[in-house]
């Protein structure tokens, strides 16, 4: 993947959640380098997704980076399942074929960002991820653009 549009989907991705801090690009750009590094295109497990998360949130919100949440949140009007499900939701999400085609990709993400596994960062963790299988499966960059938000969020309603 280009630098620049490396750059520049992070970034947006952090726009996407009214993230603009420097040190949040920086951290994002972390999680990425550990996707590339050490993430196998077929085999994602809990500690890559539990890794991304932290580096993403390192100086954002130490105590909760890298762990699963431990409490019910909601998204606007939506309730994302009981916290106590969380741990068996994602793992059973890792336990199915790695994603190839753009629409199972785009499915994969849907659901990861359903179980919502973590208090904050889920959005920027999830869209990662995203953009990782689209790699490994040699899809194009896609940039999500903060201006296009609603957009992407009528992924989400089905």
């Not at 009007?77 to 629409?103: F, W």
Request: hydrophobic residues 35%; negative net charge; contains cysteine.
């Amino acid at each position: 993947m280009k630098t620049n549009e490396l750059i520049e989907f992070l970034y947006q991705s952090n726009l996407i959640e009214d993230e603009h801090r420097a040190v949040a690009l920086v951290d994002s750009i972390s999680a990425w380098t550990y996707m590339e590094e050490w993430a196998r295109p077929n085999d994602l497990t809990l500690k890559d997704i539990l890794n991304i998360h932290e580096y993403l949130m390192y100086h954002i919100d130490p105590r909760i980076a890298g762990k699963l949440r431990g409490v019910n949140v909601r998204v606007g009007s939506s309730i994302r399942p009981d916290h106590t499900l969380v741990y068996g939701l994602i793992n059973e999400l890792l336990r199915e074929p790695a994603p190839k085609t753009e629409e199972d990709i785009r499915q994969w993400h849907i659901k990861f960002e359903e179980i919502h596994p973590f208090f904050d960062g889920n959005g920027r963790c999830g869209r990662i991820i995203y953009q990782w299988q689209r790699k490994s499966g040699g899809l194009p960059i896609h940039i999500i653009y903060a201006k296009d938000k609603d957009e992407y969020y009528k992924w989400f309603r089905g």
